[in-house]
């Protein structure tokens, strides 16, 4: 299976700073990747797919870009409602694959 | 708004089975895949499988297979999840998902993977004695 790391574990932003996610695939997997926030107690919401391309209600602030196996979410201006686990996922092969998230929080 | 609506929370004993139901609309049950993503308590996500409801095609994860069974009942376009021989490593939440892409797929051949645009609401299992 394919195997998704995501780094860091947690990132600490103060608000209005920009926040740069990473996450790896362990083998290529074209640009069949998404990402996902979740703050507690909530289930996830699809941020970003394809990629790069915003999920419908996203605010433009989010983008995701690729290079080979490497995937870069970040966001521009940390918002108080941004601080969040973020989760990539990768959907080329079967079984689709999580990576272990990476926890945004307030400086 | 599309919604899934699931079950509500339960305590299971170890060995037990338990099942998870996923409320969806017609279009949904028609059109689309669902996946089983599950989460323990402080942990990542894990996906089980996937379904077409329409059709009761599904993939599993190979590491659920022949402990995970899911179904779909098209009078009530409800999916459903059922996991057997619960240990106490089963405590989590279980989410359906529903893919962003509408697809029309009869077979498991044609049943391609996607990110999840829709999710339910979470239906907390515990296992305990």
């Known amino acids: 299976e394919i195997v998704m790391t995501q780094s860091p574990a947690t990132l600490s932003v103060s608000p209005g700073e920009r926040a740069t996610l990473s996450c790896r695939a362990s083998?290529?997997?074209?640009?069949?990747l998404a990402w996902y926030q979740q703050k507690p107690g909530q289930a996830p919401t699809l941020l970003i797919y394809?990629?790069?391309t915003r999920a419908t209600g996203i605010p433009a602030r989010f983008s995701g870009s690729e290079s080979g196996t490497e995937f870069t979410l970040t966001i521009s201006s940390l918002q108080s409602e941004d601080f969040a686990v973020y989760y990539c996922?990768?959907?080329?092969?079967?079984?689709?694959?999580f990576g272990g998230g990476t926890k945004v929080e307030i400086k | 708004q599309v919604q899934l609506v699931q079950s509500g929370a339960g305590v299971k004993k170890p060995g037990s089975s338990v099942r998870v139901s996923c409320k969806t609309s017609?279009?949904?049950?028609?059109?689309?895949?669902l996946s089983w993503v599950r989460q323990a308590p402080g942990q990542g996500l894990e996906w089980m499988g996937g379904?077409?409801?329409?059709?009761?095609?599904?993939k599993y994860a190979q590491k659920f297979q022949g402990r995970v069974t899911f179904n779909a009942d098209e009078s009530t376009t409800t999916a459903y999840i059922e996991l057997s021989s619960l240990t106490s490593e089963d405590t989590a939440v279980y989410y359906c998902?529903?893919?962003?892409?509408?697809?029309?797929?009869?077979?498991?051949?044609?049943?391609?993977?996607?990110?999840?645009?829709?999710w339910g609401q979470g239906t907390m299992v515990s296992v305990s004695s």
């Open positions: 998902a529903r893919d962003y892409r509408a697809k029309y797929c009869t077979s498991t051949t044609c049943y391609t993977a996607d990110a999840f645009e829709i």
């Open positions: 017609a279009d949904t049950f028609s059109n689309y895949a």
């Open positions: 379904i077409i409801p329409m059709f009761n095609i599904t």
């Open positions: 083998r290529p997997i074209s640009s069949n």
């Open positions: 394809g990629a790069s």
């Open positions: 996922q990768q959907y080329n092969n079967w079984p689709l694959t």
